[in-house]
């Protein structure tokens, strides 16, 4: 009857760890679990503002769930002329200031752009000296392997 239990752990050498949930084929697990990483970004039409030829944008970055959270990459913002009647609402993008960059791929800069209150990311932008009325104001994140995400909102200057 002893016999038969000296059976267990060797075959377990055998099979491995894959046998009991665990990862022998060699291949490493992600770092974040499925959910919990960007999905998506949302410029937040309410706290976002313009002021005295500046814009004021939060933008917040969106798990699968649809939550806040934070991540390291880079915003690229750009400022379009807004076209009302046009299946394309972005018309030409603003020359100078209409492209902005702003890297969060350091963690310091990163923590100084996150706002807690709003748990959106807060950053100052110069309004182009051309915007008159309605401006489209596009943000872009990109991941630090490139996957990108995009929204956009529609901002009165005046």
Known sequence: MARRFWIIPILLLFVGCRFLGGDAGGKKADCCPRGFSVAGI???SAFTRVTDGRVEAFV???DEFGEPLKSLG???FEFFQYKKSAAELRGVRYEGDGLQNVDLSELAENQGHYDCVTRSYMVDLKLPEQADG???LEATFTLPGGLRFSDFMVLKTK
């Open 60 to 62: 917040t970055l969106l």
């Open 134 to 136: 309605e401006v489209i």
């Open 74 to 76: 880079q915003f690229r």
């Open 42 to 44: 949302k410029l937040e």
